[in-house]
Each structure stands twice: as structure tokens, then as C-alpha cells.
């Protein structure tokens, strides 16, 4: 469990920070950029899990959604061997935009079995990731705009949670625990149980 969530929140915003710059900048694509934005993601998404996993993010900042794209796989197993033959392996004319869980997406990070970028309209920038972790490889992939991430990295890295409520659930034979933020102005919160 982690005990003092400040340093994991800053480290958060460090990573937004970096993705920002990545998908900002004019400069050409390089090994460097690519390196930058994979650290980015995959540590991050850890982060995420772990502050959601020890309850100091609200109930309603972890069950945040972000944008994508989903393609379906065409039936091809995808493994080892051909992973990077994404066109080959996904249906890329059947794209799907929908919203998921960042707890989902964090795990397609962390488990990911494909992960590489791509670049946006310039060809100069990145724009995002391709995800499909070592479960969803043979299902779907995943796209996810860097801004999103950004954008969940700055929401969860600025999250300080006001109240919890613990109550004891006997078939879990642990806690159930809702987490909030009340608002700034004093007017309620948005609540889930987790």
C-alpha cells in the first residue's frame, strides 16, 4: 500500500509533462521521443493502479473514462513473432471510438503485448499508443491519444481525496471503501463504492 501519495501525484504530473512535449513538439520522431512516451505510459499506468489499489485517488477520478480507438483482430493469432505487424493482424478498416475505464487501459499498459506509437497528421509528433496487453491481443487493439493520458495523469496526479468510508463486508471478508473529493465550492460529491 502506499502510505504518503504526494510523491507518486508529482511523479504523475512529471509524466504528463513529457507527454505533452512529445506530442507538441515539432521536432522529427526519434528513438528517444519513442522511449520517452513508452516510460511515460507504462510507468504511469503503474502509478495509477497502485494510488486507485490503495485508495487515495476519489471513487470518481479512478473510474474515469478516456477516448480510443478499438480495432478488432481478424483472426490472425498475434505473437512473438509478428506483434509489430499490426496491419496484418487488426481489422483497420472496422474502427470502433469509444470510452474506457483508465483502470483498463492502465492494465492494457502494464500487460501490454503490443505497445508502439503513432505519429499524428504532421508525421512529426506523436499522437499516441497502440495497447493490447497478453489477454486482449487476440481480441482487439487499442489506440489512445497521448492527450488523453495526459490528461488522466494531470486529473489523478491532482486528486487529494477529502473522505473515505469503510465498511465491513462479510462475504468479501474485507472493506468495502468509497473514496470522494467534495467540490470546491462545499456542494456534495460525486460517489462510487468500490
Not at 479512478?62 to 505473437?79: F, Q
Not at 474506457?100 to 492494457?108: G, V
Amino acid at each position: 500500500m502506499i502510505s504518503e501519495s504526494r510523491y507518486w501525484k508529482a511523479d504523475l504530473l512529471r509524466f504528463a509533462d513529457r507527454l505533452h512535449r512529445a506530442r507538441t513538439t515539432a521536432r522529427p520522431f526519434s528513438a528517444r521521443a519513442y522511449v520517452t512516451v513508452e516510460k511515460a505510459v507504462l510507468m504511469g499506468a503503474f502509478v495509477v493502479r497502485r494510488l486507485a489499489d490503495s485508495h487515495k485517488l476519489s471513487d470518481s477520478t479512478s473510474g474515469m473514462h478516456l477516448r480510443a480507438t478499438r480495432w478488432p483482430s481478424n483472426g490472425r493469432g498475434v505473437t512473438l513473432a509478428n506483434n509489430h505487424r499490426l496491419d496484418e493482424l487488426f481489422d483497420f478498416s472496422r474502427p470502433e471510438r469509444c470510452q474506457q475505464p483508465l483502470p483498463f487501459l492502465c492494465n492494457q499498459a502494464i500487460h501490454s503485448y503490443v505497445f508502439a506509437t503513432y505519429s499524428g497528421r504532421s508525421s512529426k509528433s506523436l499522437a499516441g499508443v497502440y495497447l493490447a496487453s497478453d489477454r486482449q491481443r487476440n481480441r482487439a487493439l487499442f489506440a489512445v491519444p497521448l492527450l488523453e493520458w495526459e490528461r488522466a495523469f494531470r486529473k489523478v496526479g491532482d486528486d487529494y481525496p477529502t473522505d473515505a468510508h469503510y465498511v465491513f463486508d462479510d462475504k468479501l471478508g474485507d472493506y468495502k471503501v468509497t473514496v470522494r473529493t467534495r467540490s470546491k465550492a462545499g456542494r456534495g460529491s460525486r460517489t462510487r463504492t468500490s
